[in-house]
């Protein structure tokens, strides 16, 4: 980098931009391979010059006389139909003491100079038609064209296409609009300088590129008006008032110049005279004597020069940090992408590494380790412990074991298990029926609870890609293969071990559990519900007949026999009575829950021949009607209301006692059988199933976009680190600067201040 010179005079202003101009002109240089940075890089803009005008408004002659050479495309029609990003650069010599010495170069021909610039303006002709055509379209593709001299300033500018209405040939129908939209992304940035140009033979108040700067710049804080054409103004007119911001007010003024004619063109008026022609102009005309600083190309050279060069300085330590921000979020993302893989050694160390990181995401994700747990939301083994605990457990304990059974199912099941007499004692039979009917409802729910499981440990897999699985589209989906159908082999023992759990409680009704209830606490229940019922709201549902009924059955179950048999033999009388009380479906056994009929086995010790007797003095033969395809008990719906009560508590016990051993066995099974064996014996799979040498090249074969995305983005990381290199180096070539040559670095002012401008010097 080119350091000043030491002077210690202030007056040297066409060097003042030799320091930081050049610096943006060689991050440009560096950006520029990589086409449009704004769409590769969010909000990085670097400081430029925009020129923007109408069609024929003299851009192209200011650019040429700043100068000093004619090399851009000249018609009547639209000439510019790219943007020109036009870097002038100030050289005293080309190293062999030649002062006089000029040439160009373009971004698109490195090494390669132009000293003939007839030349420069073919070529511009020609990459132009390269890219968009000869049929007068625009395209938002930058030439870059660099011209060192010792005749120009530093100042870097981008020549923009010209604003025009109406198509004109073959232009596209929407020119105008494309044009428009091309100039606001220029000049809406901040970063960026208007240069409005503007013919004064035209309305200014109604000047396009004016309009247009106001709409991203209302204040004119970083506008600066070039009001061109001064010299074939209508006599009596003047451009005084703009020159002086009274018709519309720009913070960073007005430059008046005037152009070569298309007459001087032709006759091939060099631009040396032209500036001749213009100075005797404004010396002849009195009324812009005043305004020597806001008249003449070397007046606008240097005012950009130094509003340049000052507004450079404004934005350089925030385009310092945007520079590194975007240079770490560039070099994360090539991480991501990996190094390519060359050797098979390469491949296999990748295929492991990723492997492992994807297994031991998989156990961190389920024990709730994972680097990247989220605040918002239960994830991972969180989700499981819910299962568990919130929906599992929590659903079984709202089941009552007796909602599905009515007072006549269970009435049903104690006539089927007396078979064809009744019971002597407690009726076990339809108890065990019953509560295991309702032991296997348990198996559904605890199938589903894996079945739950087994949909998150798939989520926690996909969860689980590490960056490099992004490069490897085979890989991630052989991946997920073989661990979906990992999962779906361990769902099979653990469902055979619930099973199993089912069956085991089914088989085995363990009535001397400590927990269970037993049948004597029941009968207590029993008898006290009873009496409640009898003595409350609902006693006209329970007979009295009832109540005693079963008031006898309770002391009968706890102490053997009926009060009325205790401490006494039984007489004849009440054997007569019992028999009394018999119903045509006893068998003379004593029921357990009360007295069902007596003994008739040897009640009628009538000889045969009295037997022979009656049948013969009978009457005619009562013919029975055949019983029901169904047949459902006909008594009355009091008739076994105490062994229905206990039979309903003596299921629910035995049902809690099972459903908490099911809540803590199921959990148990699940997490042994299926989460615990996933992370025991995932990597091992892996190994086993993908792990070999001939699927190196298959599995880590990378898609065609991951390749040119990560060579794309190695480009734009070595573009970043040049250009935070580069920066770094102007800062330590500034800190080496004695103080007072710093001091004479920097301008006295600011020159986008209020008034810099604005003030007339008349």
């Known amino acids: 980098m080119r350091k000043k010179s030491n002077s210690n005079s202030n007056n040297d202003v066409p060097l003042i931009g030799s320091s930081v101009i050049p610096l943006i002109n060689k991050l440009q240089d560096i950006f520029s391979p990589l086409g449009d940075i704004d769409n590769r890089l969010t909000g990085l803009r670097l400081p430029q010059v925009a020129v923007i005008g109408s069609q024929s408004s003299g851009k192209s002659s200011v650019l040429e006389a700043l100068v000093g050479r004619d090399f851009l495309p000249r018609g009547c029609d639209i000439c510019t139909r790219r943007p020109l990003v036009l870097q002038l650069e100030k050289c005293c010599d080309d190293g062999i003491g030649n002062e006089s010495f000029e040439w160009g170069e373009f971004g698109h021909l490195q090494d390669k100079r132009f000293y003939d610039f007839d030349a420069v303006r073919r070529e511009i002709l020609a990459e132009t038609e390269k890219e968009v055509g000869v049929n007068k379209g625009v395209s938002d593709k930058q030439i870059r064209l660099k011209i060192c001299s010792p005749n120009v300033l530093n100042i870097t500018l981008v020549d923009l296409p010209g604003i025009t209405k109406v198509p004109v040939g073959d232009q596209p129908s929407d020119i105008e609009a494309r044009i428009r939209n091309m100039i606001m ?56 008032n703009f020159l002086l911001g009274k018709v519309i007010p720009l913070r960073l003024g007005y430059i008046g110049v005037v152009n070569r004619s298309q007459e001087d063109i032709n006759n091939n008026r060099s631009i040396r005279q032209a500036l001749a022609h213009e100075e005797q102009f404004f010396r002849d005309y009195h009324v812009y004597r005043g305004l020597s600083d ?31 921000s975007h240079l770490v979020a560039v070099e994360k993302e090539l991480r991501s992408y990996g190094e390519a ?45 819910h299962i568990f605990q919130s929906i599992f457990v929590k659903s079984l304990e709202e089941v009552d074991p007796c909602d599905d059974l009515s007072d006549e199912d269970i009435r049903i099941a104690i006539h089927n298990a007396t078979g064809p007499r009744n019971a002597l004692f407690v009726p076990e039979v339809p108890f065990e029926v019953l509560v295991r009917r309702q032991i296997a409802r348990l198996l559904d729910p605890s199938l589903q609870c894996l079945r739950f499981v087994y949909d998150e440990l798939i989520k926690i897999s996909r969860a689980c890609e590490s960056v490099e699985m992004r490069r490897f589209s085979e890989l991630r989906s ?34 001397s559990h400590p927990n269970f209830i037993g049948g ?243």
């Not at 450079?312 to 945007?322: A, G, M, Q, S």
């Not at 994807?358 to 239960?378: H, I």
């Not at 719906?637 to 105490?642: L, R």
Request: glycine residues 4%; proline residues 4%.
């Open 294 to 324: 806001r008249c003449g190309i070397p007046q606008l050279a240097k005012k950009l020069n130094q509003i340049l060069e000052q507004h450079i300085r404004n934005v350089l330590p925030t385009l310092k940090t945007d520079l590194t």
């Open 520 to 762: 004597t606490k029941a009968v207590d229940m029993a008898q006290s519900e009873l009496k409640a019922m009898q003595e409350g709201n609902d006693a006209d549902k329970v007979p009295a007949s009832m109540s005693h009924k079963s008031i006898a059955t309770v002391a009968k179950f706890l102490n053997g026999a009926l009060p009325s048999q205790v401490g006494r033999p039984q007489s004849d009388n009440d054997r007569v009575a019992a028999a009394g009380v018999s119903t045509t479906r006893t068998w003379g056994v004593t029921s357990l829950f009360g007295i069902r009929g007596s003994s008739v086995g040897n009640s009628s010790k009538r000889h045969a021949a009295e037997v022979i007797n009656e049948i013969d003095q009978a009457p005619p033969v009562i013919q029975l009607k055949n019983p029901p395809s169904v047949l459902r008990p006909g008594e009355a719906e009091t008739e076994y209301q105490v062994e229905i009560i206990v039979t309903k508590l003596l299921i629910t016990s035995y049902y809690d006692i099972v459903r908490r051993n099911i809540q803590d066995l199921v959990p148990k099974a699940i997490m042994h059988y299926l989460v615990n064996h996933a992370k025991r014996n995932l990597l091992g799979t892996f190994i086993e199933k993908l792990y070999r040498e001939n699927l190196f090249e298959d599995l880590l074969r990378e898609q065609d976009d991951v390749v040119t995305q990560r060579r794309a983005t190695a480009e734009m990381c070595h573009a970043l680190r040049q250009a935070v290199e580069t920066l770094d180096e102007f800062v330590a070539d500034v800190s080496t600067l004695s103080s007072s040559d710093s001091m004479d670095a920097l301008p006295k002012r600011s020159y986008l201040s209020s008034n810099s401008y604005s003030k007339s010097s008349a």
């Open 341 to 385: 893989l060359e050797s098979k050694g390469e491949r296999g160390a990748m295929l492991l590494n990723i492997l492992t990181k994807y297994s031991e995401a998989f156990s961190a994700e389920v024990d709730g380790k994972s680097q990247a747990m989220t605040t918002k939301e239960l994830s991972g083994g969180a989700r499981i412990h």
């Open 478 to 511: 052989r991946l997920e293969d073989v661990t979906a159908r990992f999962l779906r082999d361990s769902v099979k023992p653990a469902e055979r071990m619930i099973t199993n759990l089912i069956d085991m409680e089914m088989d085995y009704i363990n009535s």
């Open 185 to 240: 992304s220029y000049i809406k940035q901040e970063t960026s300088i208007i240069l409005a140009v503007s013919p004064a033979n035209a309305d200014l108040a109604n000047s396009d590129a004016l309009q247009m700067a106001k709409e991203v710049d209302p204040t004119g804080t970083r506008t600066i008006g070039v009001i061109t054409k001064l010299d074939i103004m209508d006599k009596g007119t003047d451009a005084r």
